[in-house]
């Protein structure tokens, strides 16, 4: 049986959490990787394990601050189990540094988290990728490539447009661009957890091929960042295309009972 991140999920749990977190905005890998390695050797410190609180510390907006102390200080909010540290989170988000964004976005996400895990008193899930999603879904990039070196012609672009269009939709999954750029069809799509979504895109390229086999049957998936068609390129030229049966691995993050 084809497996699916419901399934993986279920694996994971036990059973199918009433809600899950999902990290809606775009943020570079790297960064979420750096920002949740920061905040477990945090956690791990003795003033945040007894009990930080507010009054311990410094206003975020004092001018002395480094980018690196905020970003500390973020960190050390998100791990508090106080609504008064979330909206000094959220505020800051909003009249903090541009460069922090980000960065205020993890830590947001974590300060969230940590309220509804003790509202709720379960374990909560944070499933995060480089290019996010929105409500019960995850925005994937998939390239699909033509059977012949030359740019697609108008006939196949409304072929290839209209199909993935039509099995998207009847999937409950969206549709937000398409891109065409020589033998190469780009679609950047939003496909709820339960969606297997492989064979959605088998079912679609067989649709396209009965109007004359122009697509190959593989095809390329990720949830970590949009490619350009360089890099495109350069993965097919020095990898092997990818089984259609096979899919990038989602970075699944359960969170502990502290969280």
């Keep these: 049986m084809e497996d699916n991140l419901y399934d993986k999920l279920k694996s994971l749990t036990g059973k199918f959490p009433d809600k899950l977190n999902i990290l809606e905005e775009q943020i570079d890998v790297k960064l979420q990787m750096e920002y949740f390695k920061h905040s477990s050797k945090l956690k791990k410190k003795?003033?945040?394990?007894v009990g930080l609180t507010l009054n311990d510390l410094p206003d975020i907006y004092a001018p002395e601050h480094t980018n690196e102390s905020i970003k500390e200080q973020l960190i050390k909010l998100a791990s508090m189990d106080d609504p008064k540290a979330y909206r000094i989170i959220e505020d800051y988000l909003k009249n903090g540094r541009p460069e922090?964004?980000?960065?205020t976005l993890l830590a947001q996400q974590e300060s969230k988290m940590l309220l509804e895990s003790s509202l709720l008193d379960e374990n909560q899930i944070f499933i995060s990728t480089g290019l996010g999603g929105r409500g019960n879904m995850l925005r994937y990039f998939i390239v699909f490539i033509g059977e012949e070196p030359h740019e697609f012609n108008e006939f196949q672009k409304n072929i290839i447009s209209s199909e993935f269009s039509f099995a998207l939709k009847n999937n409950q999954s969206e549709l937000e661009k398409i891109t065409f750029d020589d033998n190469l069809a780009t679609l950047l799509?939003?496909?709820p957890f339960e969606v297997p979504f492989q064979k959605v895109f088998r079912d679609a390229i067989t649709e396209c091929n009965n109007y004359g086999n122009f697509l190959k049957p593989n095809f390329l998936v990720t949830n970590v960042k949009t490619l350009?068609?360089?890099e495109i390129h350069d993965f097919i030229q020095h990898n092997e295309l990818p089984d259609s049966?096979?899919?990038?691995?989602?970075?699944l993050n359960p969170e502990s009972d502290e969280t």
């Design 100 to 103: 922090l964004r980000d960065w």
């Design 228 to 230: 350009t068609t360089q």
């Design 245 to 251: 049966n096979d899919f990038d691995n989602l970075s």
């Design 46 to 49: 003795t003033e945040v394990a």
């Design 189 to 191: 799509v939003l496909i």
